[in-house]
């Protein structure tokens, strides 16, 4: 096969009833140049190690297989599928969605001709009962640095999706990137995409949805009943002001200021959730503590003595 034009990522982890639907969607899609599909696989003993593995035997050209013998969990699969690709352009899908077909042909097609670093796209969300909703934005937007941080943190038509978003591979390459590796962590495409983000001097959105995401599978993050939503969103907070903070980037540093309020509105719904699923009080309010300090831009960062400190020590891929 020539050297392709573009290479999926895809993270699998217990995903055997989903991944045919998946795999399925990037054969099918409608581009006719070169493509291929990396999965970066935890095998969880569910079998989907093996199906992946027959998809690759039988499309050997097209799909690859990634696995270790530790647990990876979703940043790091990604990362080693990133390694092992050839793409002039990168992309994201979950193991438990589906492509629209013409989805690979509508975002090269605009990165090429917008020359965008990177393309994002709505989405189509799918409920329990297999109904369509699509995400849709009132209209296409263009966006310099500056623009594309603010638009990120007030989750407006950027939203922190990696799969909504086509890359240029230099942008991938560059460095330091945010990378959370530990397989317990959430809200890792949020750190992702906020760094690879930060290098693109042009993001276009465009209004079409190419990309169905599937809410309540049990794979879904918003299907999965824990009590620490709210204290990760925190940790990944923590983690954007500090990569903007290095980055010594005033204007980016204040855009993240002036969106301090909407993440405050995302924390306040996580600890709701929390709260529903069991979390106690002290957890509630530390939380709430914690923030203060993350939004204060005016004292720095504690190096000790937070739920967020390890996190700012090896997250950083350099």
């Known amino acids: 096969m020539n050297k392709p034009v573009v290479s999926v990522i895809m993270p699998v982890f217990r995903n055997r009833n989903t991944l045919e639907r998946a795999i399925t969607s990037f054969l099918e899609q409608d581009f006719e140049e070169p493509t291929e599909l990396i999965m970066g696989i935890d095998d969880s003993g569910d079998g989907s190690l093996a199906f992946a593995k027959e998809f690759a035997e039988k499309y050997p050209d097209q799909i690859k297989v990634h696995t270790e013998p530790y647990r990876m969990g979703q940043a790091l699969s990604r990362w080693k599928a990133i390694l092992d690709s050839k793409g002039d352009y990168i992309y994201f899908m979950d193991a438990d969605d589906k492509l629209r077909n013409d989805c690979l042909s509508t975002l090269v097609k605009t990165m090429r001709n917008t020359d965008a670093d990177c393309v994002n796209c709505s989405f189509y969300q799918v409920d329990e009962k297999e109904k369509e909703k699509a ?182 891929l350099k």
């Open 135 to 316: 995400f849709s934005f009132s209209s296409s937007k263009t966006y310099n640095t500056k623009e594309t941080i603010t638009a990120f943190l007030w989750d407006m038509s950027l939203r922190g999706f990696l799969w909504t978003k086509m890359w240029k591979r230099e942008i991938i390459e560059k460095r330091p990137l945010l990378l959370l590796s530990d397989h317990k962590d959430m809200f890792e495409d949020v750190a992702f995409c906020i760094s690879m983000l930060s290098y693109c001097k042009k993001v276009v959105c465009i209004k079409d949805p190419l990309y169905y995401y599937y809410k309540n599978v049990p794979t879904s993050a918003m299907s999965v009943h824990r009590t620490d939503r709210a204290e990760r969103h925190l940790w990944v907070f923590a983690l954007i002001r500090c990569y903007l903070e290095k980055n010594q980037d005033k204007s980016l540093i204040e855009a993240f200021k002036k969106t301090t309020f909407r993440s405050y509105l995302s924390l306040l719904f996580d600890l709701s959730l929390d709260k529903k699923y069991g979390a106690t009080k002290t957890y509630l309010k530390n939380v709430k503590t914690e923030w203060k300090e993350v939004k204060n831009l005016k004292k720095p960062l504690p190096d000790k003595g937070r739920s967020y400190c390890a996190l700012l020590e090896r997250a950083w």
